[in-house]
């Protein structure tokens, strides 16, 4: 499975931005999908994730603020960030789990956030 996630920038504190990221085949076959990101020098965090049944997981950290979806006739998961801070500035990935416990990781999508 290839991963292709677009959508970052750069945007003042406050606004918003929505991620992207389209699979290769058919998200309807793949068990999880979710959203990391990695903030300079700092390990790679879980943001959000999505279950095959649309069941959402968050970070308290972006709940309330963040909404993840998947769209699954696009093969698309989305990540609706919103009230962002500069704290929400890193490098974000998709990742997709299949039945298998595979992982998959797109490259990641640079958002920088100003104060």
């Known amino acids: 499975v290839q991963l292709q996630a677009s959508g970052g920038g750069l945007v003042q504190a406050g606004g918003s931005l929505r991620l992207s990221c389209t699979a290769s085949e058919s998200i309807f076959n793949l068990y999880i999908l979710g959203w990391y990101r990695q903030a300079p020098g700092k390990q790679r965090d879980l943001v959000a994730t999505i279950s095959r049944g649309s069941i959402p997981n968050y970070a308290d950290s972006v709940k309330d603020r963040f909404i993840i979806s998947r769209d699954t006739a696009k093969n698309t998961v989305y990540l609706q960030m919103n009230d962002l801070g500069p704290k929400d500035t890193a490098v974000y990935f998709c990742?997709?789990?299949?039945?298998?416990?595979?992982?998959?990781w797109g490259q990641g999508t640079q958002v920088t956030v100003s104060s």
């Open positions: 990742k997709a789990v299949n039945f298998r416990g595979l992982n998959y």
